[in-house]
């Protein structure tokens, strides 16, 4: 073999080596700037603004919303983008605008719920899809039975398919 051939064979691989690096580093870069702008985007709406005031969101047994304080009036955008449902500190969830699909809850989030843990991002697959999801404290939740209400502390669970 020739020096010239193994000068040409040695840079071509230089030159691979240096492309697959460049582009890896333009890849983790959109992913990080694309995962920034959806954890920003489920945060804002999550948590539109902590110091609104309300009662909460006022639930019938069955658990349909039957009238809004504070929620949305509170600025929580429901859109058809994302997956929505509340939880309490005992695991009970509440999903008044269900869509079919059942968000995991762990213990993160029962601390949440219960008001002893931080907000919450991280990623979640429910039957093979990828979500990102945010856990945030929500407002108080209040349910109807007959005459009587009860008022629950909650978290909001809100998650955002990552397969569009």
């Known amino acids: 073999m020739s020096l010239r051939l193994r000068v040409t064979l040695f840079l071509a691989l230089a030159v691979a080596v240096a492309v697959a690096a460049v582009s890896w580093a333009a890849y983790a870069s959109a992913e990080g700037e694309a995962r920034g702008e959806i954890d920003a985007g489920l945060l804002a709406r999550a948590m539109p603004d902590e110091a609104a005031g309300g009662e909460g969101l006022i639930l019938g047994t069955v658990g349909t919303p039957v009238s809004s304080q504070g929620f949305p009036g ?91």
């Open 74 to 164: 509170a600025g929580v955008e429901i859109r058809p983008d994302v997956i929505m449902q509340f939880v309490d500190a005992s695991g009970t969830v509440f999903a008044p605008f269900s869509t079919g699909v059942a968000l995991p809850v762990e213990e993160a989030d029962l601390a949440v719920a219960a008001g002893e843990g931080e907000t919450l991002l991280r990623d979640v697959r429910v039957d093979g899809v990828h979500y990102r999801m945010v856990t945030a404290p929500a407002l108080n939740l209040v349910t109807t039975a007959g005459q009587g209400a009860q008022v629950t502390p909650v978290a909001l669970q809100m998650a955002r398919d990552l397969t569009e």
